[in-house]
Each structure stands twice: as structure tokens, then as C-alpha cells.
């Protein structure tokens, strides 16, 4: 989290990766949407501290383009 409020805001493409160099989060530089490769429990954790910013699971992106 402290990662997704110093670069989200003003990122141009950062790619964020773990000690295992696993991707973990993709921030877009028009501040529209930011990705993140999380657990569920990571992803709950995400949401409560996002407030009423909406997210959605890639799979529920999916399933609305269908």
C-alpha cells in the first residue's frame, strides 16, 4: 500500500515485482486503474483501504466484456 499512494498517482507504466521477481502490481499512467496480483486476502485488504474506489478481479472484467 505505501507503494500503490508514492507512485499511482504521477506513474508513467511502473511494473512492480517481488524478491522472486513475481509481477505484483501494474500502475497506468492516465491514473485509471492499477493492477494487482494478489491473494484474496490481499485483495480484501486492498479494497477496505481503498474506500469507495471501485475494483473489480481480472475475472470479473472478463466476464462483463463477454
Not at 492499477?34 to 475475472?59: C, D, H, K, Q
Request: proline share 2%; net charge positive.
Amino acid at each position: 500500500m505505501s507503494l500503490l499512494r508514492a507512485f499511482a498517482s504521477w506513474s508513467i507504466g511502473v511494473e512492480l515485482y517481488d524478491v522472486s521477481m513475481r509481477w505484483v502490481a501494474y500502475f497506468s499512467d492516465t491514473g485509471s486503474s492499477i493492477s494487482f496480483n494478489v491473494t484474496e486476502e490481499e485483495a480484501a485488504a486492498v479494497r477496505a483501504s481503498l474506500g469507495t474506489l471501485p475494483m473489480l478481479t481480472v475475472r470479473e472484467m472478463k466476464a462483463r466484456k463477454r
